[in-house]
């Protein structure tokens, strides 16, 4: 079974310093990883999906996400913030390399607010 | 996002009432998931259909709720007698290039139920 973490429920930060969305994550199969992003009252946008190309995936936007095996962590991160970032972020796991055909797992989510 | 569609964005029902939601997925894709947004939480996976086919519906409630995709036409989930606890954002997704679990998500149909 997999499942998803995300260790911060609301993250604050000001807008041009740093932003960090934390992420673990429980597969049986080597997985598939994603963050999403939800704006207020809007449909969900993919930021970055991991495979296993590369353990350092950038996306959109200029957010990027690093995956550790040992930590079996998916961080979200970006370097300095914009007001336009506020929404809510999901970390998403699929092991589509089983039999779950794609279906996707998602964490509870973590609400980014950013302060001017 | 673009091409998944999803009608009625917004949806009101007393109790008691049928609830219908529709999905079209990006053109040319036979493929669906239907994801549920409780309040204040994340997005559970509910059913997976394929034209024709229930594939994978391990996330669906046992009773009120059902799902299909015709060979013509949107996919419809279908909500009877609904609930106050039935109220939430229901999303479909579809598909895309990158593999099955890489998804476009539609807009959403938030269901309150009064």
């Known amino acids: 079974a997999q499942s998803v973490t995300q260790l911060d429920s609301h993250v604050s930060v000001s807008e041009g310093t740093p932003v960090l969305l934390r992420c673990n994550y429980s597969?049986?199969?080597?997985?598939?990883l994603f963050w999403y992003v939800q704006h207020p009252n809007k449909g969900l946008q993919l930021l970055l999906k991991?495979?296993?190309?590369?353990?350092l995936v950038k996306g959109i936007n200029g957010f990027e996400a690093e995956f550790k095996k040992s930590e079996t962590s998916f961080h979200l991160t970006k370097p300095s913030a914009h007001m336009s970032d506020a929404a809510e972020y999901f970390c998403?796991?699929?092991?589509?390399?089983?039999?779950?055909?794609?279906?996707?797992?998602f964490g509870q989510g973590t609400i980014l607010t950013v302060h001017p | 996002n673009a091409g998944v569609m999803q009608n009625p964005r917004h949806l009101v029902r007393r109790r008691g009432q049928e609830a219908r939601l529709r999905c079209s997925p990006m053109?040319?894709?036979?493929?669906v998931y239907w994801y549920r947004q409780l309040p204040e939480e994340g997005l559970k996976f509910m059913v997976y259909l394929q034209k024709e086919n229930i594939i994978d519906e391990s996330g669906m409630p046992k009773e009120r709720f059902s799902a299909e995709f015709p060979k013509e036409g949107p996919s419809i989930l279908r909500i009877q007698q609904v609930v106050r606890g039935d109220s939430a954002a229901y999303f479909c997704a579809s598909p895309r290039e990158g593999g099955p679990d890489t998804q476009y998500f539609g807009p959403g149909t938030r269901l309150t139920v009064l």
């Open positions: 991991y495979t296993s190309a590369a353990t």
């Open positions: 998403v796991v699929s092991e589509a390399g089983g039999t779950s055909y794609g279906k996707l797992t």
């Open positions: 597969s049986s199969y080597s997985p598939s």
């Open positions: 053109k040319g894709h036979s493929h």
